[in-house]
């Protein structure tokens, strides 16, 4: 079964500094695809970035990248310039097998310092 | 225009009762879905609807039961809830099931508390 870890259930990161939050996960698939959510107090899940497995290619969304290293299976996201509006719970996602299930990761909650 | 709603935001009644969730998405998704998020943050999907047809269907006490009378709607109906039934429960829709790049958009979630 697809499992994902997020091992940091908390960070902390000063405005305008870059924090680095880190996921793992385990698969057998070879064909599969990988999401950042944010949820900030509001409680609404929002889309930060995704990543196909396929792709060699980091993706980048603005101030936000992650760093896909798929024969470790990590999936780090990278947020520069961090902003007040960036603190939130952050959760690592996994999709692809038969089912197409979102896996979520337990998530790391971030606060972001002034 | 809100892509995903639920009614309500807030829910609180009494251990025993039977409540219902509605998700409506004006996305012109096919597929459907509910979480639940536990107090620890945990989410975990419970169920998946393609088109009215339940697709994906986790280890959920049959207390549970959801109902898709179309694509736009996806319920959740709770019978004789429990103490441990408290969570916030999440309503999403993405394109098509067979499509994992699709994205899945999050309602804003109904926080239950069963008291």
């Known amino acids: 079964a697809q499992t994902v870890t997020q091992s940091q259930p908390e960070m902390s990161v000063q405005e305008a500094e870059t924090v680095t939050l880190s996921c793992t996960y385990d698969?057998?698939?070879?064909?599969?695809?990988l999401f950042w959510y944010k949820q900030p107090p509001s409680r609404q899940m929002i889309l930060v970035i995704r990543q196909e497995a396929y792709k060699q290619q980091n993706a980048t969304e603005n101030r936000f990248s992650v760093n896909f290293q798929k024969a470790a299976k990590s999936f780090s996201l990278k947020i520069s310039d961090s902003q007040l509006g960036d603190a939130a719970m952050y959760f690592c996602?996994?999709?692809?097998?038969?089912?197409?299930?979102?896996?979520f990761g337990t998530g790391t909650l971030l606060a972001v310092q002034p | 225009d809100t892509a995903v709603s639920q009614t309500p935001k807030y829910l609180v009644t009494q251990m025993g009762n039977d409540k219902s969730i509605k998700c409506e998405q004006n996305l012109g998704h096919d597929t459907m879905y509910w979480y639940k998020q536990d107090s620890k943050k945990f989410l975990k999907i419970m169920f998946s609807y393609n088109n009215k047809e339940l697709i994906i269907n986790e280890t959920v006490p049959n207390r549970f039961s959801p109902k898709s009378p179309d694509k736009a709607h996806l319920n959740l109906h709770i019978n004789s809830l429990e103490l441990g039934d408290s969570a916030v429960y999440f309503c999403a829709s993405s394109q098509r099931p067979t499509i994992p790049i699709d994205t899945q958009y999050f309602g804003p979630g109904t926080r239950l508390t069963v008291l």
């Open positions: 698969t057998s698939e070879s064909d599969y695809y």
């Open positions: 996602a996994y999709r692809g097998g038969a089912t197409n299930k979102l896996i």
